[in-house]
């Protein structure tokens, strides 16, 4: 770790910031997760109330994950999770208000639940979107790793603070300091706005203001030619319908006919462990030259631990199968994010991940009623070896792709023919720390040559076309096709794209 802090992600002052806002927000999350059932639940509504309030919240969140990828490619991801979490803010601070007054009816709920659902699905595909322009390339593994890390450590903390918080003081102290965690995600977003000079090796950075200009390939023909984001998109399907079933509902089965509910909690705590020791793994290790090997790796150890599960001679055996499942997701996450950040053209990063979003997403309730009925006519034993068995056998399916297999580090998407040749724009001084997704520079620069090792290109098909060690720095937009815009970085209440195995609070 003494890397990280030399010279590494923790080097830079706005990723410094971001893991702050994260550990404050995270903190808010499991406040809000405690005191909204609680709130609830103590009232006349019952499961029914909050069975509607969750639908009215989770609806819209699915539905307006596209709209936030457009949104960060057309505006700049931190200025819409700027927005977003203002809005937040203002709609937990109003239940926190109505929690002090009494007991909020469904009208009162239903709005505010609305509000924070749409908020965060355009937050989702924004908060991926900036990490890329804060730091550099060999650094995004394990600056991906270490904003995991603070999650994972709010979810292993958080819970039990929200309900000493709860049991103590009452919901609407939790929903202020969720409400007041939001106000704190927007100061950090607002401060990281203060760098002027982006971090020795990324791409210079224009104004989040500047006015959008078309540049490099367009969605649709991202859609059609980038064989990688096809091989990528089917694995994330296969992998959560397998996933999502199996922790949702065969595990809890499992643990209610053999451990009860306090072996059921400690499954989940050594699940949440494990991602915990995954991501401190990913931050440690070197990036890998061929990710997909140690992707499909990692797809082995997950499908043999989980497979194993049930088999393992009862609670300690189960706890340490699914530990190692959970080190191995862990990691196979941040490899997976990774990927896809360095390899999406940065104009199109949020669009690229909003779609990744709706695969994982999309796949729970189909992935939950079919485990409901496998559960039922099968046992819960079987279910296990079942979806190991996918989760192994899809990724080693995609290794059969050549886009996917030959994939190396710091390959990025080009459409077939020779890489372009491009200018870069005057290094004014930013406005913003993390820029737009969509950053133009305001009017066209001298070329600005720069000698520095050139990452590959990988066309639709796989393939990778050489660049010169000494070329002319891209502009981040408005020039030939193929060029890159500087993504946003992520924020905070950033769902995983893969295995959602700690998933983002209702808040």
Same mark, same amino acid.
């Given at each position: ?7 590494? /992600? ?7 910031? @971001? ?126 790793? @270490? ?80 064989? @990688? ?21 065969? @595990? /809890?089965?499992?643990?209610?006919? !053999? ?105 729970? /309730? ?126 905070? !209440?950033?769902?995983? /794209? ?10």
């Amino acid at each position: 770790m003494r890397t990280a802090f030399a010279d590494g /992600p923790l080097a830079v002052r706005g990723f410094r910031l @971001l893991l702050a806002g994260q550990a404050a927000s995270t903190f808010g999350d499991f406040c809000y997760a405690v005191a909204l059932p609680w709130l609830i639940l103590s009232g006349d509504g019952g499961t029914v109330l909050l069975g509607t309030v969750l639908a009215c919240y989770g609806i819209p969140r699915v539905l307006t994950i596209p709209l936030g990828g457009m949104a960060a490619d057309r505006f700049g991801g931190r200025r819409v999770m700027l927005v977003a979490d203002a809005a937040r803010a203002a709609a937990v601070g109003t239940l926190a208000v109505l929690a002090f007054a009494g007991t909020p009816t469904l009208a009162q709920l239903a709005p505010i639940a609305v509000v924070l659902g749409v908020g965060s699905g355009i937050f989702i595909p924004c908060s991926y979107t900036v990490l890329p322009s804060l730091l550099k390339k060999d650094d995004l593994a394990r600056g991906n790793a @270490l904003s995991t890390m603070v999650n994972q450590c709010g979810g292993l903390i958080g819970p039990a603070a929200g309900g000493a918080l709860v049991a103590t003081f009452g919901a609407w102290p939790a929903l202020a300091a969720d409400a007041t965690s939001f106000v704190v995600s927007a100061v950090v977003l607002f401060r990281m706005g203060s760098r002027t000079e982006p971090a020795e090796g990324t791409e210079p950075a224009a104004s989040d203001a500047a006015p959008a200009v078309p540049s490099g390939p367009t969605f649709g023909e991202l859609l059609r030619k980038g064989r @990688l984001l096809h091989v990528v998109m089917v694995v994330a399907l296969i992998s959560n319908l397998a996933f999502y079933g199996t922790i949702e509902v065969a @595990l /809890p089965d499992l643990a209610h006919d !053999r451990m009860g509910a306090a072996g059921y909690g400690t499954l989940l705590t050594c699940l949440s462990l494990g991602g915990l020791g995954g991501s401190l793994l990913a931050a440690r290790a070197r990036t890998a030259q061929s990710p997909a090997y140690l992707f499909g790796t990692l797809a082995l150890v997950m499908g043999a631990a989980l497979a194993a599960t049930p088999y393992a001679g009862g609670l300690v055996g189960a706890a340490l199968c699914l530990c190692v499942y959970g080190a191995a997701s862990g990691w196979q996450n941040i490899v997976a994010v990774t990927m896809l950040q360095v390899w999406a053209p940065s104009a199109l990063i949020g669009r690229v991940m909003s779609l990744v979003m709706l695969a994982v997403m999309g796949t729970f /309730p189909v992935s939950v009623a079919v485990a409901g009925l496998g559960v039922r006519h099968l046992g819960s034993s079987p279910f296990f070896p079942t979806a190991g068995a996918a989760i192994a056998l899809a990724v080693l399916a995609a290794l059969t792709q050549r886009a996917f297999r030959e994939y190396r580090a710091g390959d990025e998407y080009a459409a077939n023919g020779p890489a372009p040749t491009a200018v870069a724009p005057d290094r004014a001084p930013l406005r913003t720390a993390v820029a737009s997704a969509s950053l133009h520079p305001a009017g066209p620069a001298a070329p600005t040559p720069v000698s520095r090792a050139a990452p590959r290109l990988a066309d639709s098909s796989g393939s990778r076309q050489p660049k010169a060690v000494t070329e002319t720095a891209r502009v981040r937009s408005g020039g030939p096709p193929g060029q890159h815009t500087a993504p946003d970085l992520p924020h905070t !209440r950033s769902t995983n /794209p893969w295995h959602d195995s700690s998933q983002e609070s209702q808040g």
